[in-house]
């Protein structure tokens, strides 16, 4: 079972035709639901500004994600505050797999942009910018005190636990805390 997308945003190649500029912001329920999903403590902004244009086999939407958030740091689970802006060049395509006698030629210039499934006529605008967020995200997040709390737990450091520690203590020499 697949769950409603929490910040969803449609998009046709009809309303892409000309081109046209969007500004979305999530809401703070819909903030809440993005939070949660990527594991987020908070999401107290999130915005996303594009430009969609109707491309040969599909749409193309480019513009950037912002946002303002708290994460969990990897190492004591503190809370970390990040503000993040992610660009994005994304070309929604028609299934690259049919047959070459069911497809239009297809040209993408820009090397730097990625290339996702095109559902039927239309995207998920906000969906997409959910993932452009998650992509952008700190996977290990470090709260600037983590090292003065990991020490006040007893835990050691790199230096004082890896493999030339013991080298270190047969040398003389102390570990670096």
Do not use: N
Request: aromatic share 4%.
């Amino acid at each position: 079972m697949t769950s409603a997308p929490e910040f969803s945003y449609i998009v046709t190649l009809g309303d892409a035709a000309h081109g046209r500029p969007i500004a979305l912001e999530a809401d703070a329920e819909a903030r809440a639901r993005i939070a949660q999903r990527l594991e987020l403590i908070e999401l107290s902004e999130f915005a996303v500004t594009a430009e969609v244009r109707a491309i040969a086999g599909g749409i193309a939407a480019k513009g950037d994600v912002r946002a303002k958030l708290v994460q969990r740091c990897a190492a004591t689970d503190l809370p970390v505050p990040a503000s993040l802006i992610e660009t994005f060049d994304l070309r929604f395509l028609r299934d690259i797999d049919a047959p070459a006698d069911e497809m239009e030629e297809i040209e993408i210039s820009s090397e730097d942009c990625e290339t996702m499934l095109l559902d039927g006529d239309r995207i998920d605008l906000g969906e997409a910018a959910v993932q452009t967020l998650s992509l952008g995200l700190d996977p290990f997040p470090r709260h600037p005190d983590a090292e003065r709390v990991l020490a006040e737990k007893g835990v050691l450091s790199e230096e004082a636990a890896g493999p030339f520690a013991a080298l270190a203590k047969l040398r003389g020499d102390k570990p670096a805390s």
